[in-house]
């Protein structure tokens, strides 16, 4: 560790290292940030004049719109459903490219590609394959569950946005279990199977207890990108039909931005924040306490 | 002992045929979308499957010239590029103080940053909003880079700091006992020594930034400051009922991105696996 001799000398260090990218730190998050929890506080409509403090009156009226509510059960039901196939996918793709068969780097670079792209363009991609592929290939083949669009229809349009997104976030959690399984020391591997151990033992209790550091990135990963998930919903649905896929990220800002709802948007926006806050930290603890050292 | 091998054979068969299923899984959208893209809406209406008759590249120059192409590239580019250099720049001295300096407010600025990236944007658009609006930084370019400095760098911080500890710091102090100073320290003995997290967050970075909707879709709202995304967006949804146009927009929108990962997918797939584990 450095020392400074003078407070002046430690301060000019301090503003050479640190002071533009801390000045854009407070400026474009904490400001935005601190004014946001004022904000929720008051009566807030969009100009200063005549704001008065409300105290939790914002927080109330956001518990009690069945709006919000609604929404946070379809987010909670596709939360579910995208961690848990995104991660099996993720890992059965994770074991296969690490077999060691020829072509599994090329297979690697092929599961990825979703990441590449933003989710609103992934969105219309499939917008065009559900609309258009699957009906045609549906009615051409006399296939019932495909000929109709599974879009407009409110019980088939959220498992197309589960659908897509397990197929865009699958690549990327692979990579992180591939690090992952790559990591396992060897000759734990081979001192199980010395001791006749068969290769499903092997999974269960040498490799997975091995790979809790992996699940615990995967899983806050899956989490939060799935309670956030906002550009595939609108390009994809954009909600509808009937808001059977607003999700909660989409609810928020169409309440703040479209119907004008300043303070209880911003108060569902902050109750959005401790929820994912509260779910990630729960389970980054969970899975820490399960972690074990390889020695 | 022909018995096992046998069992050994089908076993590495039908996991190469699921690898197989799985790629194609994986890639077949953008194949419908490319071969899509040079067929008329009447050839897409009767089938979206078959290859189109003729290889006409007039979907890609009446999408190019409706959505401006070449400005929204420019723009994106200008964006994603100028981003990187000072989130790069910025946060890897930044690092540098918080590693180096055992002050009291290092660790607390420190804490600072890790809570804020759990801090997801939906909970500071709406002040961001109406702050940066009032201050007149919307439609700005400019103003973008420094949003992504702020909202990047708590991350890049966080990373390079995790890098930096592992770097023993004897070679500096020989260099200063010469008379080097830290600012030219830091960048001629450190820097250098950053090159692998540097091309991981690059990677990371440029990804988040190029694809990025929701932020530029509250500051740009001027169409000759649209990036990317935003004009792939107003496009499909003006040309939904033409899908040969939309497909051809969406080719172009991902193209830029496709063609540098066929480049770079080594180092890509290298770059994000080591960004997963730290």
Redesign the interface.
Known sequence: MYEEKTKQKSLGIFALFGLLPLLAFVIVVMIPFISGLLLSLTNWKGVLDGIQFIGLGNYAAAIKDPGFWASMQLTVVYVLFVTILTNVLAFLLASLVTSGFKGQNLCRTGYFTPNLIGGVILGFIWQFIFTRVFVFIGQTLDIGLLAKNWLTVPQTALWTLILVSVWQNAGYMMLVYVAGLMGIDKSLLEASQIDGASSWQRLLRVKLPLMVPAFTITLFLTLRRAFMVYDVNLSLTKGGPYNSTQLIAMHVYNDAFVNQNLGPGQAKAFLLFAIVAAVAMLQVYILKNKEVDSL | MSGRKRTVNIA?LL??S??LF??V???F??G??LI?AFKSRME?IQ???ALPGSWSFDNFITAWKTMSYHVVLGNTLYITALSQIVLIV??A??A??LV????KINKF?FFM?VC?M??????????????FGKLGMMNSRTAMV??Y???G??MT?FMYHGFMKGISKEMEEAAMIDGCS??SC?WRMVFPNLKSITVTILIINI?WI?????LPSLVLIKENTRTI?LS??YF?GEYTAE?GL??AA?IM??LP??VI?LFL??H??AG???G??K
């Open positions: 590495s996991k190469l699921l690898a799985f790629l899984m994986m890639i959208p953008f419908l979308v899509n897409i089938s979206p499957l910025f946060s001295m930044f540098y103080l180096r300096w055992n002050w600025i940053l804020a759990i801090i997801p944007f939906q909970s500071l658009m709406i002040p961001f909003v109406s702050i420094f949003f400095l702020g909202f760098m708590p911080t830290y600012f830091f990804l190029w694809n990025d909707f929701l995304p792939t967006f499909f899908f939309a497909m969406l929108s991902v991105v496709i990962y997918q080594k890509i797939i994000v696996m080591d997963a584990i």
